[in-house]
């Protein structure tokens, strides 16, 4: 049990419709990033949030955005789904944004169809 | 080419042996993460390493900041064991596409 909460767990959507993918960071860390993971892939990082801004950004498209909360809990947003976009997306929390220790979540896993 | 590579992909044992799991990286780093992949999906982190070696249990990590090579080693392996091992430069966003472990009774 690593403190770090996803939700929801698992999600079908129809290509074109937008989804929330949201994450709930360990209590006293205030930076989260976010990775998707392709079935037998290793994760690829699309952002990082710390303090409630966006501190580095992967090789995803716009229509990939985030958010990060006063409470240090974070959104994924994602428009416009393709078929492409279907994977595990995973978030980890830290205290502070390099050199320490991330605590992952168990994952949402999107499939779009 | 990844600036990650793991080795071997996959990976059988038999319940008792001793595995070794390799990780090589041609980014400067702080630090390398080992982390383990159940099948549910979950991440849990197992080791941060900057330098030497680390021992957790039945677990060993060690790194070779000269030659940018780490390896991960499980001793008496169990098939509780079984699940993808990915090594990690998590300050850079770098991650290896995991070694699947898979331990037999």
């Known amino acids: 049990e690593t403190g770090v909460t996803q939700s929801p767990t698992h999600l079908i959507k129809t290509r074109g419709q937008q989804v929330t993918l949201r994450c709930s960071s360990q209590s006293g860390h205030n930076t989260v990033s976010w990775y998707q993971q392709a079935l037998g892939q290793g994760p690829q990082f699309i952002f990082q949030y710390y303090r409630e801004e966006e501190n580095g950004r992967g090789n995803f498209p716009p229509r990939f955005s985030g958010l990060q909360f006063p409470n240090y809990s974070s959104e994924l947003n994602v428009n416009a789904l393709e078929l492409d976009d279907s994977a595990l997306y995973l978030c980890?929390?830290?205290?502070?944004?390099?050199?320490?220790?991330?605590?992952f979540g168990q994952g949402t896993r999107l499939t779009v169809v | 080419k990844n600036e990650v590579e793991q080795s071997p992909q996959n990976l059988t044992a038999q319940e008792g042996e001793f595995i070794t799991i390799n990780c090589s990286y041609s980014v400067g780093i702080s630090a390398l993460h080992w982390l383990q992949q159940h099948p549910g999906g979950g991440i849990v982190s197992l080791f941060m390493l900057s330098s030497g070696k680390k021992k957790h249990g039945r677990l060993i990590a060690t790194i070779n900041i000269q030659e940018k090579h780490s390896s991960l080693h499980i001793t008496a392996s169990h098939p509780r064991d079984s699940a993808v091992y990915i090594c990690?430069?998590?300050?850079?966003?770098?991650f290896g596409a995991g070694t699947r472990l898979t331990v037999k009774p």
């Open positions: 980890a929390s830290s205290q502070g944004a390099r050199g320490v220790e991330a605590f």
């Open positions: 990690a430069v998590l300050d850079d966003m770098r």
